[in-house]
């Protein structure tokens, strides 16, 4: 296991390279929905950040959950190298939250994301790190 807010050199790289990752949420029934998304890590405030669509089925499973979030992994792999992020997720609408996450996203895999006016960030407090990378 890894320090969320302290990982290797190793762990911190692999998360900087362009890799698609899966976000892991729970259902209201208890079940997991699993989709593949661009996810970035801030190891210093100990927050993995996801952005998309605010009418999207994940959206609506951490908001289903109430205002503390919902408990969420994501995770990526690349080979025999593998990193999964746990902890609890809110939805974040305010602008500059929104515009930071994008140029975050932008800044890892090398492009800007679409135009979309209806975007959010899930964000989520990380209180565990696993993998090997």
Not at 63 to 68: E, K, L, Q, S, T
Request: a positive charge; hydrophobic letters at 35%.
């Amino acid at each position: 296991m890894a320090d969320v807010r302290n990982p290797s050199p190793e762990y911190v790289a692999f998360w900087r390279e362009s890799h698609l990752s899966t976000l892991t949420t729970p259902r209201p029934d208890g079940t997991p929905h699993v989709v593949p998304v661009c996810v970035t890590y801030d190891p210093e405030a100990g927050i993995a950040r996801v952005i998309t669509d605010g009418g999207s089925r994940k959206v609506a499973h951490i908001r289903a959950a109430g205002p503390d979030g919902a408990r969420v992994a994501v995770c990526q792999i690349d080979r025999a190298r593998w990193a999964t992020l746990e902890g609890r997720a809110v939805i974040r609408t305010e602008p500059e939250t929104v515009r930071d996450a994008e140029a975050r996203h932008e800044e890892r895999y090398g492009r800007p994301p679409r135009i979309n006016p209806t975007r959010v960030v899930i964000e989520i407090t990380l209180d565990r790190a696993l993998g090997k990378a």
